[in-house]
């Protein structure tokens, strides 16, 4: 679970070195049959943003814990990037994408933290 929280705060420092906002953590543990502990959802303002908010996300994960993501899909089209570590799953969208889809509200069951945005 301590690893878990880790996890969760090198992932946040990844989108905050990029600008990313909108950051929001849903804690999934207590919700039977999901899919991770956690999903971290946040956007980028244009799909250059959305791939470097990837990018960092990975990189702090790497260089600080030696974790490779299982997988990510939706680099290239960069309107949704999802990237898979497991416990935790990293949601990057464009404004319109993440509307669309309103994870947020399609797991209105977990706890949900707003991570404040840094200017």
Known sequence: MEETKRLVSLIIKGIQ????CGIVVADL????????RNFVICQGSSP???EAIAGSVSDYVIETTGE????????GNN???AIDFVDVLVHIFLPETRAFYDLEH?????????VQDVD
């Open 29 to 36: 543990s207590d919700i039977d049959g999901a899919i991770c």
């Open 68 to 75: 490779k993501p299982v997988s990510c899909v939706g680099l």
């Open 48 to 50: 250059t943003q959305v």
């Open 106 to 114: 399609l797991w209105a069951d977990a706890k949900i933290t707003c």
């Open 17 to 20: 070195d990029k600008k990313g």
């Open 79 to 81: 309107q949704w990037v």
